[in-house]
């Protein structure tokens, strides 16, 4: 599995600040969680999601293409570091 955390520059007050994956090996999102501006979260797995999170039917691109972007800033977190954030967006 891959971890991301990937903050989202941008004008929009509906759309998530920041967002962090759970990828299998193909790159496809297995788990997610959505931080908003007001500091909510939503998340989304094949079974369950909350709020208008959900999990993509495309592939996450790479690092390399997603930093190529000029409003997105990700980095490789911790399966540890998800699992919190994951926690924390269930239990909202």
Known sequence: MIYLKVHWSHDSEIQPVAFYCEL???????????????????????????????????????MDELAAGPNYAPAEITRDEFEDIWRLARWE
């Not at 931080?35 to 495309?58: I, K």
């Open 24 to 62: 299998a090996d193909d790159r496809m999102e297995v788990r997610k969680v959505e931080l908003f501006a007001d500091g909510s979260l939503g998340y989304a797995d094949e079974r369950r999601s909350s709020g208008r999170t959900v999990l993509s039917a495309l592939p996450m691109p790479t």
